[in-house]
């Protein structure tokens, strides 16, 4: 288990985005309480102003000699003073009622507010009205408004609570966002690590979840993958150019050696030099092939993708080593696609690529035998199959035999360079094609298989 220090945890970007998540939930939470809190005091105060509005309606409306009974009456039943009445004279002196002092207002038949002293240490919160009556005096409604004000501290003491929760959880919830996140990024850190020390099969872990750093992890896997490979590709091409390569040079080397020391003929020279120029353009010949192979590799030919018939370049590929078919009695055998078979392609390394399979066919096909050229075509799928019937690809062999500069041992005194399928393999992955190799009982049938130009329009789309 990693250790992870609490100063490393406002650092991950986890702990920050929750950071940010609990703000803007902070925000809307205040913002959604202090509308509700508003609403409710305001509608509170409003229903007590109407009922205070009601109540001095209806003593304006009645007589003087009642109203005076009726506040007198009122007062004696209102022990509490839960809703005050008093009647004050021109002067403001109290006539009637429980409140003895006339409060500062603001005007008349509007809403106030005040603290009333009972007496012996009694306050209470009280919102009161003040009419001016058709005789002079003035009439005082009121109600106690300690209940709205606790329910109004009730409220506010929810804010408190509910935002400290909030809050709380909220930062303790971030807090082990980023100590998670930070472990799964020291996991990372540590398997990036051992790769850049020379670990190449080391991977970086992944959870199965598919999220983000799932999806990152994935694919610096894949790049992985493919940089192993590359470098396995090399390290086998350096052990191949080695193995394959010494035994030309060698024999240059030893006839231009042998022709020094040896007084010779001017004709022995001559064909001493035609050996010597030979082995040299076939040393040539391999590099041209690698150098092209590493050009095709780096996509610098993807300029020159258009729009293909396989039918086409295919025929154009029959037809060109029909000849040599023929010199073996060797029957090549073309079977085109009923239908046009369109795709997105450079043809000239498709006819390469399909010219290097039917090379390698006819190559190790015995004589008198069939080599199949076919054209595969339908919905989802464009490419070309070739068949021999030849010794064949033992399975084992059937990803090596990619690798530039493999031969087996059955075909390494067989003429060529071992670049072909090689190639074949470039010009597929450039393609975005797949290559496969299977057991055509007898022989070898390999297929290069690509999207349709209609799927490769919709994926592009």
Not at 229 to 255: F, N
Not at 357 to 362: E, S
Not at 417 to 445: F, I, Y
Request: hydrophobic share 40%.
């Amino acid at each position: 288990m990693f250790s992870v220090h609490l100063s490393e945890i406002p650092r991950t970007i986890s702990f920050r985005t929750a950071l940010m998540s609990l703000a803007l939930f902070g925000f809307s939470f205040l913002g959604l309480f202090g509308y509700i809190y508003w609403q409710t005091a305001g509608y509170l105060t409003a229903e007590t102003d109407v009922a205070l509005h009601r109540q001095i309606d209806n003593r304006s409306a009645q007589p003087a000699d009642l109203r005076l009974q009726e506040i007198r009456k009122h007062t004696g039943q209102d022990i509490e003073g839960r809703l005050p009445h008093s009647l004050f004279d021109a002067q403001g002196k109290l006539i009637a009622g429980a409140i003895g002092q006339l409060p500062a207002f603001s005007g008349y038949d509007k809403g106030n507010e005040f603290v009333w002293d009972k007496g012996h240490g009694h306050h209470r919160p009280v919102r009161f009205m003040v009419h001016r009556l058709e005789d002079g005096q003035t009439l005082l409604a009121a109600q106690d408004i300690h209940d709205i004000r606790e329910f109004d501290e009730l409220l506010v003491n929810a804010l408190i609570s509910g935002g400290s929760l909030l809050l709380v959880v909220g930062l303790l919830g971030a807090v082990l966002l980023g100590y998670s996140a930070r472990r799964r990024l020291d996991t990372l850190s540590r398997s990036i690590e051992r790769i850049v020390k020379g670990e190449l099969t080391e991977r970086l872990p992944t959870r199965g979840n598919g999220d983000d750093i799932d999806r990152i992890a994935t694919v610096v896997n894949q790049m992985l993958d493919e940089l192993e490979r590359l470098m396995s590709e090399v390290k086998g091409v350096c052990d191949d150019i080695a193995h394959d390569l010494r035994t030309p040079l060698t024999r240059l080397l030893a006839g231009l050696e042998r022709a020094q020391r040896r007084n010779l003929r001017e004709e022995q020279y001559a064909a001493a030099i035609d050996a010597a120029i030979e082995d040299a353009r076939g040393l040539l010949s391999t590099f041209r092939a690698l150098l092209r192979i590493s050009e095709i590799e780096a996509s610098a030919r993807r300029s020159n993708f258009a729009r293909i018939d396989l039918n086409r370049i295919c025929e154009d590929a029959a037809e060109f080593f029909e000849p040599l078919a023929e010199e073996k009695a060797i029957r090549l055998q073309f079977l085109p696609s009923a239908a046009p078979c369109l795709l997105f392609g450079d043809a000239q390394l498709l006819f390469d690529a399909t010219c290097n399979l039917l090379d390698n066919a006819i190559k190790f096909s015995p004589d008198g035998s069939l080599v199949s050229l076919q054209v595969i075509s339908d919905l989802t799928r464009a490419g070309i199959r070739v068949s021999d019937n030849g010794p064949g690809i033992p399975e084992p062999e059937r990803d090596a035999v990619f690798r530039r500069l493999y031969r087996s041992e059955s075909s390494r005194h067989t003429a060529g360079n071992g670049l072909g399928l090689s190639m074949v393999w470039a010009v597929a992955k450039l393609h975005e094609m797949t290559v496969q190799v299977r057991d055509a009982q007898p022989g070898c049938q390999i297929e290069l298989v690509g999207l349709s130009m209609e799927i490769e329009l919709l994926k592009r789309a």
